[in-house]
């Protein structure tokens, strides 16, 4: 198993945690309106799923992925407290 294997696991297990996160913190009811920053999101682990076999580009366009679906977990959160 090559180590970017690895990563792609991590990447998938992350996103797996933040959908639980997102599913536990969201009132049940009229679905949401998915924002630009999940968008964005979703386009940077296309493109690390892409161009896996460029290493160091395609895992930090996962990372950056994952670091926006979680900033805007958080942001969906704080918003719906209000």
Avoid: C
């Avoid at 679905?31 to 930090?60: C, H, Y």
Wanted: hydrophobic share 60%; glycine share 6%; no cysteine.
């Amino acid at each position: 198993m090559h180590i970017w294997n690895n990563y792609i696991i991590v990447a998938l297990a992350a996103l797996l945690i933040i959908a639980v996160i997102f599913f536990l913190l969201k009132p049940f009811g009229k679905p949401a309106r998915s924002s630009i920053l999940v968008a964005l999101a979703f386009v940077f682990m296309i493109t690390g799923f892409l161009w896996e076999d460029q290493k160091l580009f395609g895992n930090s366009m996962l990372g950056i992925g994952i670091v926006l679906s979680i900033i805007d977990v958080f942001r969906t959160k704080i918003r719906s407290d209000y």
